[in-house]
């Protein structure tokens, strides 16, 4: 990977696919009105991040009330991702050429105002249209809210430490959606897991007319890639539709099959385009810098392993240990702290100058590994302190490591202009992630499950067996999470530059050509 980017010419210098920044001087604390908006950005951060989980613990009560059935129940989940994955490019270009505080207050509104909706909706199909809407917004929400972090501490020595902050809600956003969904379903009603938007949308909204910076846009007539647009839409479209498909119908599936060919062959095309296009959707250069390509690829994988601790660790701790929802999002409470502690250290400078992208993140992504082998020791009846709590708290340092270092290298070295789209390339990985963990993971506890009973059921599936299936599903899926996690960390070691390099980007904290 190299960096052809002109926006990293003030500041850097590309020697082998790597950045040499040059010295900056005058960089400053933060500002009180700089951690307001911060807060701002953090809470419309968490609203998406948790959206992708609030409403799945839900489900059950809202299938009640509005009787649908269970292939329409998929669709809540499904109609939110498909939405929120593939319109996320166009939501990153959409800001840059008109403007991320105006991307980030019309994501606010619309977000809000799907949420209003979908708390309302008299009917199943009202309710998958507001998800849609939902993620259609989340799209251009998510990242307005990455790019005006990096315009508001463009210079500030506590850059890092913002992005810690960051990263840790980024990371944490959906375990505190299953213990949030779990309380407002138990003490209110299913609908509150889809109101309680509105009043985050409203407090980031009024806080953001005051307090975010001046909206600036792309400079002269924007022009906007048709043809990149189309394929790029329609490419993550039908990826996450053909990996979401596969959950219900498997893997063999004709449509399912045809949806994820014709999604990659989509997404070549795309990459073809957008080399041969003046204004290209998504420049390349954004892709082949090498610490931020690299911080791209790191999230796409870690997603992929970490939605096994918000899926299966949830599915155990209810269907075999008998937890209410409420005591199921207190349990992953240890790992949301976890999370915290370990962005805030990851993001401080003095942490990256002594340690480096590389070891953050491939050392972080091992403990990950080693929490998800953690979980392989569940048994029918285990106790929450001996089985649950080191896996998550070293799931979640690990977590922690990764997200901080990833969401703050994804928009290293752009100018504000590309801030959006930057953001939008890490939002996406994340997404798409998630995506392929959540069909590929549930493929592998069915396979597992299937040949437990295959193999130990000569006499018949009896209660006791086919709950040691279960638990065999769950080994399976911990044994992949943990394999994908250690890819992670290869790709870090392998990737990312010299700890000199990303110490020296850690010291010179203005990346962005931006006046403030």
């Known amino acids: 990977m190299s960096d052809r980017s002109p926006a990293a010419a003030p500041h850097t210098t590309a020697l082998n696919g790597e950045h040499s920044p040059t010295p900056s001087s005058g960089h400053r604390g933060a500002t009180r009105a700089q951690w307001l908006v911060l807060g701002l950005i953090s809470i419309a951060q968490l609203m998406v991040v948790l959206d992708a989980t609030i409403v799945n613990i839900a489900l059950p009560a809202a299938q009640t009330d509005l009787s649908f059935d269970d292939a329409q129940r998929q669709w809540v989940v499904t109609a939110y991702s498909l939405a929120f994955g593939s319109l996320l490019l166009i939501g990153g270009r959409l800001n840059d050429m ?14 809000a105002a799907a949420s209003a909706v979908g ?12 998800r849609a809407a939902q993620g259609a917004f989340g799209a251009l929400l998510a990242p307005a809210a990455l790019a005006m972090l990096t315009i508001t501490f463009a210079g500030s020595a506590d850059r890092g430490k913002a992005f810690g902050i960051f990263g840790a809600v980024a990371g944490s ?53 048709w043809a990149g647009s189309i394929l790029a839409v329609a490419g993550i479209f039908f990826v996450v539709y053909g990996f979401a498909r596969s959950e219900t119908e498997g893997w063999g ?20 385009a957008e080399r041969l296009v003046a204004h290209p959707l998504l420049p390349m250069h954004i892709l082949l810098d090498r ?35 409420i005591q199921s999002g207190f349990a992953f409470l240890p790992m949301v702290f976890a999370i915290g502690v370990s962005a805030q250290f990851n993001g401080t400078p003095a942490f990256q100058t ?16 080693a929490g998800m082998l953690l979980f392989t020791g569940f048994g029918l009846d285990s106790s929450y302190v001996t089985a649950l709590l080191p896996g998550l708290v070293l799931t979640g340092l690990g977590l922690g490591c990764i997200f901080a270092v990833a969401m ?109």
Request: proline letters at 2%; aromatic letters at 10%; a neutral charge.
């Open 408 to 516: 703050g290298s994804s928009t290293i070295g752009v100018e504000a202009h590309q801030a959006g789209v930057a953001s939008a390339t890490v939002n996406t990985s994340q997404q798409v992630g998630g995506s392929i963990g959540v069909a590929l993971l549930s493929s592998v506890a069915a396979s597992a499950a299937t040949d437990y009973l295959t193999t130990n059921a000569a006499g018949g599936v009896t209660p006791a067996l086919a709950a040691q299936a279960q638990l065999a599903s769950y080994d399976a899926v911990f044994v992949w999470s943990a394999v994908f996690f250690a890819v992670t960390a290869a790709l870090a070691f392998a990737l990312y530059p010299s700890r000199s390099v990303t110490a020296a980007l850690a010291a010179d904290n203005e990346n962005v050509a931006v006046h403030m």
């Open 253 to 272: 599936d004709t449509l399912t099959v045809v949806s994820l060919v014709a999604g990659v062959l989509l997404v070549i095309g795309f990459a073809v």
């Open 354 to 369: 002594k340690i480096g992208s590389k070891m953050q993140v491939g050392v972080g992504s091992l403990l990950a590994a």
């Open 173 to 225: 956003g959906a375990a505190i959606g299953l213990l949030l969904g779990g309380a407002l379903t138990e003490y209110l009603s299913w609908r509150w897991c889809l109101y309680v938007n509105v009043l985050f949308a409203v407090i980031a909204l009024v806080g953001g007319l005051r307090l975010l910076p001046a909206n600036e846009r792309e400079g002269g007539r924007p022009a906007f890639d």
């Open 291 to 325: 610490v931020r390509g690299t911080s791209y690829l790191v999230m796409l994988t870690s997603a992929i392993g970490m939605f096994a601790v918000f899926l299966f660790v949830t599915f155990y701790v209810q269907q075999v240990l008998g937890y209410s929802p």
């Open 98 to 111: 008109f403007g991320n505080k105006l991307g980030f207050l019309v994501g606010l509104v619309g977000f």
């Open 119 to 130: 708390g309302w909706a008299p009917s199943i199909e009202v309710l998958i249209a507001a």
